[in-house]
């Protein structure tokens, strides 16, 4: 499985940017999703999950109300909007897939990862 994530940018607070993460392989409808996130000096840490069926959707408390996380099946796509955007959402923004039968929000679930986008949030 190679994921290949972008939609990263410098954007000002309170501004919107939609991360898309595109999965290789004909099984994506099968895998867990999800985006992580990692700011310099700090422990790469969970923002938001999907599943695989039914997708019910997971959010970090930091960013309830502000991310919604989605997938596109037939584009093999996973995207993240973010809104609202703060400066201590700075961060490279990872996306990952868990292609195992369960269900995590454990970033050791994972075993896919993307090479991240860096999304850069200024005050």
């Not at 919107?16 to 700011?39: E, P, V």
């Not at 969970?46 to 502000?66: E, L, M």
């Amino acid at each position: 499985v190679q994921l290949q994530a972008s939609g990263g940018g410098l954007v000002q607070a309170g501004a919107s940017l939609r991360l898309s993460c595109a999965a290789s392989g004909r099984t994506f409808i099968s895998y867990n999703m999800a985006w992580f996130r990692q700011a310099p000096g700090k422990e790469r840490e969970f923002v938001s999950a999907i599943r695989r069926n039914p997708t019910n959707t997971y959010y970090a408390d930091s960013v309830k109300g502000r991310f919604t996380i989605s997938r596109d099946n037939a584009k093999n796509t996973v995207y993240l909007q973010m809104s609202s955007l703060k400066p201590e959402d700075t961060a490279v923004y990872y996306c990952a897939a868990d292609t195992s039968l369960t269900f995590s929000t454990n970033r050791y679930a994972y075993d896919y990862w993307g090479q991240g986008t860096l999304v850069t949030v200024s005050s």
